[in-house]
């Protein structure tokens, strides 16, 4: 499906919530059942809303292809447990993250505000979207956010000569006063996968320093990358040990500690079109009137405030906000050849 909006593409500008609809049609027609089909398809309506293109609707093929081939289950039920005071730990059943993750939502703020601070942990489940969506609600609600997920091998570890690691994002929100929560969403590769794809579909040469082909070369060919080749950690070539050990960090948090799979360990080669990885995620929450910090959303305005004094010109994730109220607004722009073709897999 080709999402490149260039220029002189016919574009349509669709209302959001024709978009989720559009969207939760096709997952279950395709393979999932309604309740799952309605959290993907605000996920990645969502995605496609704020601009985040390699997250939005440019997933439905790998979406589709994956549950074609069997690897996720699109009908599970995720079972929580509640394993303390502070730990909830949920099995997606082989199916998606964010329904999981939707199923314990209320209980991981419930114990966040009982305890100070709450984990979730979420296994044997794939994630395959943006990681921001996940911690904006919980600032949303007051709280401080972090979350992390690993992904499949293809990232170099610094030194390495081979792809050990996922692009392994991690994710944070904190509530701002008289503000959209502040939120930031970085891969700890040097580039997202799916930036990796657009592209390679698009005929753009990736910067260079940002991956390796199969004989561990240094390449600006994004096709290189995705054929046997792998991502750089971030950091440049003479700071990757820094993006490497983060990307460690999300490995033993969202893998090791959950009970979900490093991103080397799953092997998905008998099931032909498998495209999300079947890994896991921490989300961890944050009371901060358990603490001094109850004025935190003011004290967070405050340094941001002085960031701007400081000469910075733009917060992370204020472009993402801005292009929400335009697509809000508007609709959400596609090229007219895409919504054709979403519309045609919802009523297949």
């Not at 993907?40 to 790998?62: K, M, T």
């Not at 730990?87 to 209980?107: E, H, I, K, R, T």
């Not at 991956?211 to 096709?223: E, H, I, K, Y």
């Not at 991103?263 to 008998?270: A, L, M, P």
């Amino acid at each position: 499906m080709n999402t490149k909006h260039a220029h002189l593409t016919p574009t349509e500008h669709i209302p959001f919530d024709t978009l989720r609809t559009t969207l939760a049609h096709i997952f279950e027609r395709h393979g999932t059942s309604a309740a799952v089909a309605a959290v993907l398809a605000d996920n990645c309506a969502s995605a496609e809303r704020d601009g985040a293109h390699s997250h939005g609707v440019f997933r439905i093929p790998g979406y589709l292809s994956t549950l074609a081939s069997g690897w996720v289950d699109g009908h599970a039920i995720p079972r929580v447990q509640d394993m303390a005071p502070g730990f909830l730990s949920v099995d997606a059943c082989n199916g998606f993250a964010q329904p999981a993750y939707m199923m314990a939502y209320d209980a991981l703020v419930a114990k966040a505000r009982a305890n100070g601070i709450a984990l979730l942990a979420i296994h044997n489940s794939h994630h395959f979207a943006a990681l921001w969506p996940d911690v904006e609600p919980l600032a949303r609600d007051g709280l401080v956010a972090l979350a992390l997920v690993n992904s499949m091998a293809c990232v170099v570890p610094s030194g390495g000569t081979k792809a050990l690691f996922g692009t392994n994002p991690i994710a944070f929100a904190a509530p701002r006063a008289g503000h959209d929560p502040l939120v930031f969403d970085l891969a700890t590769s040097a580039m997202a996968h799916g930036d990796v794809q657009i592209a390679a579909r698009e005929g753009r040469p990736l910067p260079e320093g940002f991956g390796v082909d199969c004989n561990g070369q240094p390449t600006t060919d994004p096709r290189a990358v995705l054929d046997g080749g792998a991502l750089l950690p971030f950091g440049g070539l003479h700071s990757s040990y820094k993006g490497s050990a983060l990307s460690m960090m999300v490995e033993l948090l969202a893998a090791a500690l959950t009970g979900g799979h490093f991103s080397f360990e799953f092997d998905w080669r008998g099931h032909s079109g498998a495209q999300t990885p079947h890994t896991g995620e921490l989300i961890i929450a944050i009371d901060p009137a358990k603490s001094q910090g109850r004025g935190f959303a003011q004290r967070c305005e405050d340094l941001v405030r002085a960031m701007a004094g400081a000469g910075q010109q733009r917060l992370p994730g204020e472009r993402r906000y801005r292009q929400r109220a335009q697509s809000l607004r508007e609709g959400v722009a596609l090229p007219a050849a895409t919504w054709a073709e979403l519309q045609r897999l919802a009523q297949a």
